[in-house]
Each structure stands twice: as structure tokens, then as C-alpha cells.
């Protein structure tokens, strides 16, 4: 049975840093781009980041470049989004998406299936 299960989301400062996990379960991570989303209340979601199955693309929403960082690990079949330099405007519910088809970007999710997402307040 497929499943996405994100963690490691939580409070912290303006700033600060928070590393989410998304553990994946009856697919291999390798074989799909996988990527993060998120949703803020009262705002449509939106692509943060996707890494390709090769891992060796990587996209970023333009408001978090040079601040996150997706990373896979094939082993553990696992796909991490590193953030650092987090700001107020960051907090939301993220996501983590298996991505199995979309329209002219990774952003654009066709065919895919979402975890149950993971809360991320920065807040002084």
C-alpha cells in the first residue's frame, strides 16, 4: 500500500532551521519525482521543491531559494527538505507528493498521491 509519512515539522523562531522527513512505503522514491508542497490558511498550496527520480534535478520555488534544500535517501527511501533561515511567512502545513505525472513543472501535479502533511510555525 502506498503511503507518505512526513515528520519533523514543529515550532521554531525566525531564523531558525527544521529539517522534514518524508518516509515512503509501497513504492521506491527513486522511480518518481517526489515533491514538497505547502498551504497556509486561508492560502492556496503551493510547490516549494521536487527532486527528479534520478535525483540529479532539483526545483525550488523562487521564495525559498537558497534557504531549502531537497535531498533523498535511496537506502532509507526517504526524502528530506532541509530549511534554514525560516521566516514567519514560511508557516504552513507542508506536504510531501508523489509526483506521477504533471503539466509544464513539477508544480503542477497530475496524477499523484500526498501524505497527511506537517505543521511548520515560525513565530517569535
Known amino acids: 500500500q502506498l503511503q507518505l509519512v512526513e515528520s519533523g515539522g514543529g515550532l521554531v523562531q525566525p531564523g531558525g532551521s527544521l529539517r522534514l522527513s518524508c518516509r515512503a512505503s509501497?513504492?521506491?522514491?527513486?522511480?518518481?519525482?517526489i515533491g514538497w508542497f505547502r498551504q497556509a490558511p486561508g492560502k492556496e498550496r503551493e510547490g516549494v521543491s521536487c527532486i527528479s527520480p534520478s535525483g540529479g534535478i532539483t526545483n525550488y520555488a523562487g521564495f525559498v531559494k537558497g534557504r531549502f534544500t531537497i535531498s533523498r535517501d535511496n537506502a532509507k527511501n526517504t526524502v528530506f527538505l532541509q530549511m534554514n533561515s525560516l521566516k514567519p511567512e514560511d508557516t504552513a502545513v507542508y506536504y510531501c507528493?508523489?509526483?506521477?505525472?504533471?503539466?509544464?513543472?513539477?508544480?503542477?501535479?497530475?496524477?499523484?498521491?500526498w501524505g497527511q502533511g506537517t505543521q511548520v510555525t515560525v513565530s517569535s
Open positions: 509501497g513504492f521506491t522514491v527513486n522511480e518518481y519525482t
Open positions: 507528493v508523489q509526483i506521477r505525472t504533471y503539466g509544464s513543472s513539477c508544480f503542477q501535479p497530475g496524477s499523484s498521491s
